[in-house]
Nanobody, 119 residues
Framework: QVQLVESGGGLVQAGGSLRLSCAASGRTFTLSRTGWFRQAPGKEREFVASIAWSGGITYYADSVKGRFTMSRDGAKNTVYLQMNSLKPEDTAVYYC????????????WGQGTQVTVSS
């Protein structure tokens, strides 16, 4: 099993920044990628960004390109989501997820962290 614990959410004004962290533990060697997803009230969960667990290749949703940056610290088994130029529509619960090599599915999920952007 892989455990994922998010932190770093909070309340910020529009135009501000936040950095989310996701610490992974357990059988992390089974991971191929980690991703960030978000779910706003009344909406379905959506993809935000992902990075290869070995580092390097990142993908972003069009809605966050140029504003959000995902990175990884291999020594700490931690991934980050730097969020700049935040907008009220970025308000959501943000979830960290782990995709495992054997199925290429996101099978491990954190508990989520709330991000609220005020206008």
């Amino acid at each position: 099993q892989v455990q994922l614990v998010e932190s770093g959410g909070g309340l910020v004004q529009a135009g501000g920044s936040l950095r989310l962290s996701c610490a992974a533990s357990g059988r992390t060697f089974t991971l191929s990628r980690t991703g960030w997803f978000r779910q706003a009230p009344g909406k379905e969960r959506e993809f935000v960004a992902s990075i290869a667990w070995s580092g390097g290749i990142t993908y972003y949703a069009d809605s966050v390109k140029g504003r959000f940056t995902m990175s990884r610290d291999g020594a700490k088994n931690t991934v980050y989501l730097q969020m700049n130029s935040l907008k009220p529509e970025d308000t959501a619960v943000y979830y960290c997820a782990g995709k495992i090599q054997s199925t290429e599915q996101y099978e491990h999920w954190g508990q989520g962290t709330q991000v609220t952007v005020s206008s």
